[in-house]
């Protein structure tokens, strides 16, 4: 039973992360409902960008956080925790009544479900050995990259039976019970800490109180809102807001009750002993500055529209603010007693070089993600984004089964060559997307490209991983596993930025040398056949320049992975394993 349990709970925890990476892209279907719910048109797309860009603000602002707290706290306790946070945000979400609440729990939904994902590679790091670490690695970074395949697949399936909130249930419904096995599962040194006694019933009931008010308060369903009795309890009793309503004064009751419950029980539903020396443990105000700058970051970069702009309008007042943050976190790693990231903990060149990786990794993935899309647009689905969308299904796929590959590779290859190899693979299929004309992806040869881009990715997901597992203590592995994932985040905001803004010139300057449309056109309209294909090449030019940039960063990483990442050397063989 000792040995099934790290693999039940690597399971549960894989469990999840597919359902939260799934939410990463779930909103592709559900935006335009979702829209019309907060009450903006469809073509106020630009105004919405908040719900995309609050769950990946939430997902990967205080991942640093979350990693250290789980090096202090444990493992399955965070795991727990973010499990419930995503479980509430999706109930905020499914009950949301304007744009406002929507973007507030998605923010929830990123919380919990980037905080799953520190936590479950650390595990991994506490309950196998480094020469057996591969292939849990690879199952990790399968499941999360099957979130991108299953997120569009799963929020189709829903709405083709209910509406975008059922999408949200479900996810509520499916993270509560996660935590709930996972609870049963339990963990040994969380087991031994218990106190004696049976569960908290009042504090179950009371979380259950307050959960089912707060989805009353924001739903306020009609058929208890118009009824002459039931009707009062949803009147505001001063002003207009439904907090101050008698079921908002209700909910906010309960909610004390219940924190006072869980600070007086004697076996609290949360067990908060020991949390509140915390930050004497930890740089809390350090984690503020980092979750400040990485959170000015992303919205500079994450607002902006790929495909014709680099960055948003407000990076101006972004940038400058990210940079005195960053300069700040820097100020209190130096100076505070226990600082977030504890020195020495990246002192390793294998250990920087994996986030240094990870960063040109994910520069050059999003390229894949936003250009193949747009590409498929551009040429033979030029009215259909959903079939411009399952182009990119090739790759989508091929990514998980490369990360088991690799995993098992990792067995009898080093990490430094299977990286290297990886990237090479991804380099190889981008400098053929580079060749790609109007035709292409209608000749078949383009699936030779999209497997093997996403093969090359794949494969390279454990091999960073553990990498960089290997080379820092078991104390941080937590804030380590975070830092990698937040450097290939800001690589890919960062990718996408930079690609964008030379692709961009490259389709000014091609379509500077457009004759003009009366010239093309013999005096027609400028939409005559010959116009459109001039502009449409031009726009070729500018997706040929991307995917060489992104077949650069992969040229990188893959250099960086031969420089700094060979001391891991070679992996045990399988025999060990028995």
Do not use: K
């Not at 004696?196 to 306020?220: C, F, K, Q, S, Y």
């Not at 029980?265 to 700058?293: C, K, Y």
């Not at 399952?390 to 290859?413: E, K, N, Q, S, Y």
């Not at 960073?464 to 597992?469: H, I, M, P, Q």
């Amino acid at each position: 039973m000792r040995q099934a349990a790290p693999r039940v709970l690597l399971g549960l925890a894989s469990v999840a992360i597919a359902f939260a990476a799934a939410d990463t892209y779930v909103v592709v279907l559900a935006l335009p409902d979702m829209m019309s719910a907060s009450g903006l048109a469809v073509d106020e797309l630009q105004r919405a960008a908040p719900i995309v860009s609050g769950f990946l603000l939430g997902y990967v602002g205080v991942l640093p956080l979350i990693g250290r707290v789980s090096d202090l706290r444990g493992r399955v306790p965070v795991l727990l925790g973010s499990l419930v946070v995503f479980a509430v945000g999706s109930l905020v979400t499914a009950a949301a009544y304007d744009l406002e609440s929507i973007v507030a729990g998605r923010l929830l939904q990123g919380i919990g479900g980037g905080g799953l994902i520190p936590p479950t590679l650390a595990l991994v790091a506490d309950r196998w050995p480094p020469e057996r670490r591969g292939l849990p690695l690879g199952v990790v970074g399968a499941v999360q990259e099957l979130g991108s395949v299953i997120g569009p697949l799963y929020g189709a399936v829903v709405l083709a039976f209910g509406s975008w909130r059922d999408i949200f249930w479900l996810n509520c419904a499916v993270g509560l019970l996660l935590a709930a096995a996972m609870i049963t599962q339990g963990d040994e040194d969380r087991q031994r800490a218990r106190r004696p006694g049976h569960p908290d019933l009042l504090g179950i009931v009371l979380a259950i109180l307050v959960l089912l008010t707060l989805t009353l308060v924001m739903l306020e369903p009609e058929s208890l809102a118009t009824g002459v009795t039931t009707g009062l309890a949803f009147l505001p009793v001063v002003g207009e807001s439904r907090w101050l309503t008698p079921m908002g004064l209700t909910l906010i009751g309960l909610a004390v009750l219940f924190v006072l419950r869980q600070l007086t029980a004697h076996r609290p539903l949360l067990d908060w002993r020991g949390w509140g020396s915390l930050g004497r443990e930890t740089d809390l105000l350090g984690a503020g500055l980092l979750t400040l700058g990485l959170g000015s970051v992303i919205v500079a970069f994450a607002s902006a529209e790929p495909e014709s702009a680099a960055i948003s309008d407000s990076a101006p007042v972004l940038l400058p603010l990210a940079a005195l943050s960053f300069g700040g976190f820097v100020w209190r790693q130096r100076v505070a007693p226990r600082p977030l990231i504890p020195r020495g903990a990246l002192s390793s060149r294998v250990a920087w070089g994996a986030l240094a990786v990870s960063f040109f990794v994910g520069a050059s993935l999003i390229a894949a993600l936003v250009d193949i899309p747009f590409f498929a647009r551009l040429t033979v689905h030029p009215d259909s984004q959903l079939d411009a969308a399952l182009v990119l299904v090739r790759f989508l796929v091929a990514l998980p089964v490369g990360a088991v590959l690799g995993g098992w590779l990792l067995r009898w290859v080093p990490a430094a060559w299977l990286t290297a190899g990886a990237m090479l693979l991804s380099a190889g299929a981008f400098a053929h997307m580079a060749t790609w004309d109007a035709q292409s992806l209608d000749s078949g040869w383009e699936t030779l490209s999209l497997v093997a881009g996403g093969l090359g990715f794949g494969l390279a997901i454990a091999p960073v991983n553990a990498a960089l597992l290997a080379h820092t203590a078991d104390a941080v592995h937590g804030v380590a596993s975070a830092l990698l994932i937040v450097a290939r985040m800001v690589g890919m905001l960062i990718g996408i930025s930079a690609l964008t803004t030379i692709g961009l010139r490259a389709f000014y300057s091609a379509s500077q040398r457009i004759p003009p449309a009366a010239e093309l056109c013999g005096g027609a309209s400028a939409a005559c056949p010959a116009y459109r294909d001039a502009v449409r090449e031009a726009g070729i030019t500018q997706l040929h320049t991307v995917f060489v940039g992104a077949a650069v960063c992969a040229v990188v990483a893959a250099v960086l992975a031969l420089l700094l990442l060979r001391e891991t050397g070679r992996v045990p063989s399988p025999s060990d394993d028995r």
